[in-house]
């Protein structure tokens, strides 16, 4: 007779790792190629080498990156708890004016004036800096700008909205409202943020020279580990408790608050950091690109973030970042080679998504997975 094993105590079970060994192989060798191997083909191969990586791609893919980041971000907002935001945008542009207000400082006597104040404001014929300009010459408070101003926003915009338990379309409008507000806002000369041109012409950052290969392969690579950092934060985010809960406020709403759960604070919480994300993937935009408008608080920006998300696979984590580098690399290459047919592009992939591939991208590749934190249950 074969004897039966007692079940073990709740306190002595262990807990799955929320990240496999597959997992942690592909984060290996994401960290190898962003650290060693694309340095090592732009900066130590030589030019004419077939193995040399241009700086233009080092460019585009550090520009991908940051819309992988703001991607993840609508993830865990849309896929994980079902709130379809437009106006991440936002977001994501005062990030990365936060970033472009130290840049601009940074020019100092460069400028065109050769002036302290930004050019802009001598052409504008400002005799001082604004009062929301005073700490703009401090690196690391602007960093924390970066952080405090788009979660203190999605704050407030969050808590009204969902204490009035607004959702849905209604939800989806009115983000898209106030990304067109602050558009609006923005635009004016008299705000103090570079009107319709914006920001650009950038010298240096933390007084180094900013169009250097040496540092530009250095907000490449920061770029590509903030990615991962985000990445492993959603997976821990989506597989404890709370982001079972999220989960379950997107399934049924009304059931968690009946189990004894207020929503309201979860998906406050889930709200900000998402706004938070973004705000860092701006203010990593802006010095690669090179420049930061109010163009990038459009609605139609707003929508592409949620276009990657869906393209690459909602409630997956990996399928916003693959939707982000498909749609952008295509977008690079039918801007240049046929213009006037991205959008009829756009349009019909996101189309033929909702019809054929629910799952996105990552749904053709990827066995779905009761236990994996990754898919949605």
């Known amino acids: 007779m074969s004897a039966v094993l007692p079940t073990p105590p709740l306190a002595t079970r262990t807990r799955p790792s ?31 080498s077939a193995f040399h990586l241009p700086d233009y791609y080092v460019s585009l893919i550090g520009k991908i990156m940051c819309y992988a980041i703001a991607a993840l ?8 708890t079902g709130i379809l935001s437009l106006g991440h945008g936002v977001f994501f542009a005062l990030g990365g004016y936060g970033m472009g207000m130290y840049l601009m400082r940074q020019i100092g006597r ?33 960093m924390l700008l970066v952080v405090l101003v788009p979660g203190l926003l999605a704050f407030v915009f969050g808590y009204f ?21 602050a558009m609006l806002l923005f635009f004016r000369n008299e705000t103090g943020f570079g009107g319709n041109n914006g920001f650009t012409d950038f010298k240096r ?81 802006v010095p690669q690109v090179g420049i930061i408008n109010p163009s990038e608080m459009s609605p139609a920006a707003s929508i592409e973030i949620a276009i990657w998300a869906a393209v690459g696979g909602r409630a997956t984590l990996i399928g916003p970042i693959v939707g982000a580098f498909f749609v952008n690399g295509a977008k690079s290459w039918f801007t240049v080679a046929f213009p006037e047919f991205w959008l009829y592009f756009l349009g019909a992939l996101f189309i033929a998504v909702t019809l054929f ?21």
């Open 18 to 48: 929320f990240i496999g060994p597959k997992t942690w192989s592909g984060l290996f060798a994401a960290v190898v190629t962003l650290t060693v191997l694309v340095p090592v083909l732009n900066l130590a191969v030589q030019p004419g």
């Open 73 to 80: 971000a609508m993830d865990l907002i849309w896929g994980y």
């Open 110 to 142: 460069d400028g065109n004036y050769r002036s302290e104040l930004p050019d802009f404001m001598v052409f504008l014929d400002w005799k001082e800096l604004p009062w929301h300009w005073a700490l703009s010459d401090s690196f690391m408070a602007q």
């Open 161 to 181: 909205a969902f204490r009035s338990r607004i959702k849905g379309v209604y939800f989806s409008i009115i983000t898209q409202a106030m990304t067109f507000a």
């Open 205 to 285: 950052i933390l007084d180094i020279p900013i169009a250097t290969p040496t540092t530009r392969m250095a907000l490449f690579v920061v770029t590509g580990l903030t990615l991962i950092g985000c990445y492993l934060l959603a997976r821990w985010i989506v597989g404890s408790k709370y982001g079972r809960v999220l989960q379950a406020i997107r399934d049924a709403e009304s059931r968690v608050m009946f189990s004894g759960y207020d929503p309201l604070w979860y998906k406050l919480s889930i709200w900000v950091i998402s706004a938070v994300m973004c705000g860092v993937a701006g203010a990593l935009y």
């Open 357 to 377: 591939l629910p799952q996105g991208i990552v749904g053709l590749f990827k066995g779905r997975k009761k236990n994996d934190p990754e898919v949605r249950p």
